[in-house]
């Protein structure tokens, strides 16, 4: 079983190069080797170093990035001391790259066919019309709709997804020897996701290249790699067979990635025990809301966005909404806080019946509903610290000043885990988690029965997520709030939440306590949405690809 | 099995002490503290130069602006001599003295004029971002018809009207000036206005004024300093072409862009070009210096704010 | 600058017997609204009015003066936007190199400089250094071709240039570069394509639109540039008449004027405008 390698990285070394002399290490000395017919997978978080190692394998580092130390050779030549021409002969040859968003490395300008082809032609290694027709062939294999006409269009005229495949066709017009694919499929809606995951899949094992794979998402890896290596901070920590890395972990970080990858729960005694506990009373009900953008004409907005939303959420509840974008599921907390005032309907707390729009609600109605948002980089003010951002809710809602609310900021950021140094800090010293910790305390602040959690774990790597989900639920015993949180992550709504609401296109599809909606029978999206949960098991994705199907038929 | 192949199954975990706890990294260190280039250094002498002339000129120049050096030749565009380094001007006077005093005017018009503009620019732009609705929709309005007029007829018009006196000139220069800055911080200002931030403080029930005051001017603070200087530029740029018109300063005062005007017959059949060239000079050298550090500075925030413009 | 135009005309000394009767004879003693909107409604028919402070028609005035203002322009127009978007488009391609530095650090100086400094700077080089032409414009156009044209207006021209220049390179370059940082250009170069061909057709394609609004708002810029030029070296066109008219308070000749000016420069921005939706490949493909 001695194969040929493709690629090799000897103790590859790449540092970012600043101004003032002082160079950051991003890759610390990283040994690897892909062979022919291997897909290699590079997992690891932000800051990993994975994307830039992946890079390096087609002799590219981006601006402000050197390579200062160690090879990283292509079919045994170091592409790290190769000219530019040299490097330029292989890129798109040997090795192709496939960039995360198709959306962005498409040139808007030029037709789809032309940039598909154009590398192959450019090299020499095809005629315009071999590599048309190949193309078209390849749009077919990739199970692009009217493979014919398809590469006629723009980019901007086709679909995400099918974007994301034809820049697959894009890279293997001139059949490379290596693929480079990084995180391909994560900008995708979860079903989606599927079907182009199967699509590269399927071309890869045909094409017998050897590819790298660069991803976060173990469960994704699982399905599509023979090898992984484990990054952190620009090192290796663990690396070796799928399967062996997968079945037995040996590396701590390898064993918190696998644990923040969260499995929908069984339907357990201790599920239905935690999702039928007895709702004393409703903090919060949503009735007949009908609510869109554009200005109310007639009563009725000029885009609806939600129609027919009726949802009841009990005192210390947590109710999870998932969807997949343009579900309106972010609108549905938008309507509840009073940012978009409903057109139809309304939001009651406690059997009071609140001011559709925010300004008319009271200063109280307001404290006792907070949100959360996703991007705590833009949610916190970049020029107030910490102090004044959480601090200001305790002012503003109960009064509190000098002592006394010192005393209490630093109790909040205590419940949210932070150390009390962070008082002074700007939002800029902190990293992501932290800073939607911050976001936490800023809403625990103000005493709220509701929050509203709008995909608040989605912009941060999954065990940096899957600690905030901790926190909340900690949160949540401690202080019995009501928790809407919308994601369009089922299994993190099904490990946290009590009961379901699943929105589709503006309308809720079904709606229960956790274990009624997971177990058959289902609404055909809701099975749909469970079926694209990526498992971390062999076999999975060809699995899911037929339920898949079956759901989408039944939904039709 | 062969060197490859044991390699191929080879199970690798790195070294790992149980006590690391594998903390999510930092973001990306901040920004370096802003330091001024070599040309922006050279850009601050030069402007510090003109300001400290601006301010002390008409004290430390030789002669008063209008006064005759030489009363008893009746030359012009006299070469430069002991008693008038740089010569003398079309009426005999001494090209330094004016230049001196020239400076004051130049300057302190241009800087009044800016401040005004900025003044009624900033306060209606972040107004009309804030408040939006009809407000918005009419104060923009009204903006953007003299926004499509060229600034110098706009300049020439209103002096035909009312005039040209040096308050005049201020407040023409500031309100033609005002429309460009009201753009700019309305532009500035719906790009903070969206910010989640501002959303989460309305949702928490804060009045207008402390979203504005509190949460937005902060914000948009230091992209509208930056844009000063390249602002004052064009206003001394402005005001110096009405003056060279002969529609701005009024002689006998002195101006840098009416002493280029008065002297150009030097170019043709005088004996020292100095007054035409000094006057000429002293405006180029200070919009330059002025531009080498706003490029500094626009560099330092990432080009953004050259990009709005 | 006092009075108005009525006072101008007849001097200081006039009684005010007589200024009563010529104001009305000019019209002036309506108020301000009454002029502008007769003169207005006059406009739209296409009678430019007479002039105050001479006795011709406006018409007759602009006609006399418009040929240089014209020519100027247009000469400038036709050199200088060629050449500065050529030397801009090569500053992007090569950003950073000797010659990026040289040209950026150029216009740098020259962007923030007032027309006249570059004039006198030009005269100070040729008329006096090189001893070649002279700093004023003398004698008519009749009957030149495009090279006496040029012969004539060289100095002008070549100040003008100059200004436009400056603010072209700087932006056509920033422009290009803008392109250049996509993710769909380092997707080209990731795919081997060369780097000419990345410039050529995937960069230029897409600067187009940035590239002539640029223009378009440039020329607009001529539009103040045109007038100091006229007074600096001294040759007649619709600036000097300009400048008259402020200094005569000929309000009809100004309105004239300003309008012919405001509407080309409006033009320019629409045009600048139209630029910008057209480069747009979702508007020019709909789904």
């Not at chain 1, 992946?54 to 130390?69: D, E, W």
């Not at chain 2, 029930?205 to 004052?232: A, Q, Y």
């Not at chain 3, 006399?64 to 200088?80: F, H, K, P, Q």
Request: contains cysteine.
């Amino acid at each position: 079983m001695d194969r040929k390698v493709i690629f090799e990285a000897v103790d590859l070394k790449i540092n970012a190069i600043a101004d003032n002399g002082t160079d950051i290490p991003i890759v610390k000395g990283v040994n690897f080797k892909v062979r022919e017919g291997e897909v290699v997978a590079l997992i690891g978080e932000s800051g990993s170093g994975k994307t830039t190692i992946a890079l390096s394998s087609l002799g590219y580092f981006k601006p402000g990035l050197q390579c200062v130390g160690g090879e990283a050779r292509l079919l045994g030549r170091d592409l790290t001391k190769m000219s530019n021409e040299d490097l330029r002969k292989i890129r798109g040859e040997r090795v192709a790259y496939l960039a995360q968003s198709a959306a962005a490395t498409f040139n808007p300008s030029l037709r789809i066919n032309e940039q598909v082809t154009e590398s192959a032609v450019i090299h020499g290694s095809k005629t315009k019309e071999e590599a048309l027709s190949y193309a078209k062939a390849l749009y077919k294999r990739l199970d692009l709709p009217d493979p014919e006409n398809i590469g006629e269009r723009y980019p901007h005229q086709v679909s995400g997804g099918q974007l994301q495949r034809l820049m697959a066709a894009m890279a293997l017009v001139s059949d490379p020897t290596l693929l480079v694919l990084d995180e391909p499929t994560t900008a995708l809606d979860v079903t989606t996701q599927i079907e182009v995951l199967k699509a590269f899949k399927k071309v890869i094992k045909e094409q017998k290249a050897a590819a790298i794979y660069v991803t976060h998402d173990l469960a994704v890896v699982a399905q599509i790699a023979d090898r992984i290596i484990v990054l952190y901070n620009g090192s290796i920590q663990e690396k070796g067979p799928a399967n062996s890395v997968i079945d037995t972990p040996k590396h701590p970080y390898t064993d918190r990635l696998m644990k923040a990858v969260r499995p929908l729960p069984k339907d357990t005694a201790e599920l239905r025990d935690r999702t039928t506990k007895k709702i004393l009373k409703n903090s919060l009900s949503v009735k007949d809301v009908l609510a869109g953008y554009g200005g109310i004409t007639n009563g009725v907005p000029k885009i609806t966005v939600l129609e027919d939303i009726n949802v009841e959420i009990g005192k210390g509840e947590v109710v999870g909404v998932i969807g997949e974008s343009g579900s309106g599921k972010s609108t549905l907390a938008r309507v509840i806080s009073g940012l978009l005032p409903s057109a139809e309907g309304h939001v009651s707390l406690f059997d009071s019946t609140l001011p559709p729009n925010l300004r008319k609600r009271s200063r109280d109605q307001l404290r006792r509903i907070q949100f959360v948002y996703q991007m705590a980089d833009t949610a916190l003010n970049p020029r107030h610290t910490i102090e004044r951002i959480v601090g200001r809710p305790l002012e503003f809602y109960h009064g509190m000043k000098g002592e006394k609310r010192k005393r209490r900021l630093i109790e909040l950021l205590e419940m949210v885990e932070l150390p009390k140094e962070f008082i002074s800090r700007y939002p800029e010293e902190l990293s992501g988690g932290q800073k939607q910790r911050i976001s936490l305390a800023r809403a625990l602040a103000a005493e709220p029965e509701i929050i509203l959690c709008d995909e608040v774990t989605s912009a941060l790597d999954s065990i940096v997520g899957s600690n905030v989900i901790k926190l909340l639920r900690k949160l949540q015993k401690n202080l019995d709030v009501s928790y809407v949180f919308i994601s369009h992550d089922l299994s993190t709504i099904a490990s946290f939440a009590d009961r379901i609401v699943v929105m589709y296109n503006g309308k809720i599809m079904e709606q229960g306590p956790v274990h009624e909606v997971l177990s058959p029978p289902s609404h055909p999206y809701t099975e749909l949405l469970i079926s694209s949960i990526p498992e971390l098991r062999v076999g999975w994705l060809e699995e899911a690809d037929t339920k898949i199907q079956k759901a989408k038929e039944k939904m039709q | 099995m062969s060197k490859e192949d044991k390699e191929f199954t080879e199970h690798y975990v790195a070294e790992f002490s149980k006590k690391v706890s594998f903390d999510e990294l930092p973001d990306a260190p901040p920004s370096g503290k802003f330091r001024l280039s070599l040309t922006g250094k050279i850009g601050a002498v030069v402007v510090a130069f003109w300001v400290f002339i601006a301010i002390f000129g008409q004290f430390l120049a030789p002669y008063h602006e209008n006064d005759i050096p030489f009363p008893d030749d009746y030359l012009e565009f006299q070469p430069p001599k002991p008693g008038a380094i740089l010569g003398t001007d079309r009426d005999d006077r001494d090209v330094l003295s004016r230049l001196m005093y020239g400076a004051g005017r130049t300057i302190g018009i241009s800087v009044a004029a800016t401040i005004l503009a900025y003044i009624v620019g900033v306060t209606l732009g972040i107004g009309s971002a804030v408040l939006g609705g009809r407000f918005d929709t009419v104060i923009s309005s009204i903006n953007n018809i003299f926004l499509s007029l060229p600034t110098i007829m706009l300049g020439l018009v209103i002096v035909a009207a009312v005039g040209s006196t040096i308050p005049i000139l201020i407040v023409t220069a500031g309100l033609i000036y005002a429309t460009v800055v009201f753009r700019l911080a309305r532009a500035i200002g719906m790009d903070v206005k969206v910010m989640d931030f501002v959303e989460v403080s309305r949702g928490r029930g804060e009045n207008l004024w402390w979203i504005i005051s509190k949460e937005i001017w902060p914000n948009v603070r230091m992209p509208l300093i930056s844009d000063f200087g390249l602002r004052l530029i064009y206003v001394i740029l402005f005001v110096s072409s009405l003056s060279f018109l002969g529609l701005g300063v009024q002689p006998p005062m002195a101006d840098w862009g009416s002493m280029v005007k008065e002297n150009l017959g030097a170019l043709q059949y005088g004996e020292s070009v100095i007054s035409v060239v000094a006057p000429a000079f002293s405006i180029a050298t200070l919009t330059v210096a002025i531009n080498l550090i706003v490029d500094d500075v626009s560099a330092h925030a990432g080009g953004k704010l050259t990009k709005r413009l | 600058m006092p009075g108005d135009a009525a006072q101008i005309r007849l001097g200081q000394n006039a009684d005010e017997d007589s200024l009563r009767a010529f104001r009305a004879e000019l019209g002036l003693d309506k108020p301000l609204y009454y002029q502008y909107l007769n003169w207005l409604f006059n406009f739209v028919q296409g009678d430019f009015g007479m002039s105050l402070s001479s006795d011709y028609p406006t018409i007759q005035l602009i006609r006399d003066r418009y040929e240089n203002t014209l020519v100027v322009s247009l000469l400038t127009a036709a050199i200088g936007i060629p050449i500065s978007v050529s030397l801009g488009i090569i500053a992007a391609m090569f950003p950073g190199t000797i010659y990026d530095r040289i040209l950026t650090l150029g216009s740098v100086t020259l962007v923030a400089a007032p027309e006249f400094f570059t004039a006198t700077l030009l005269v100070l080089f040729f008329v006096f250094f090189l001893d070649i032409g002279s700093a004023v414009v003398v004698g008519g156009i009749e009957g030149k071709n495009i090279f006496q044209l040029l012969a004539h207006f060289w100095l002008p021209v070549m100040t003008l240039c100059f200004v436009i220049a400056s603010q072209l390179i700087r932006m056509t370059r920033a422009a290009v570069l803008n392109v250049m940082s996509s993710p769909y250009i380092e997707m080209a170069i990731l795919k081997g394509i060369p780097r000419s061909r990345i410039v050529i057709r995937h960069a230029l394609l897409n600067s187009i639109g940035p590239i002539v609004n640029i223009i378009a708002l440039n020329l607009a810029y001529l539009v103040t540039g045109v007038i100091v030029v006229e007074v600096y070296f001294g040759y007649s066109g619709l600036a000097t008449l300009i400048v008259q008219g402020v200094q005569t308070r000929d309000f009809i000749l100004i309105q004239a004027l300003g309008m012919i000016f405001c509407c080309t420069y409006v033009i320019l921005m629409i045009i600048a405008d139209v630029a910008a939706i057209v480069s747009n490949p979702r508007l020019r493909h709909p789904k």
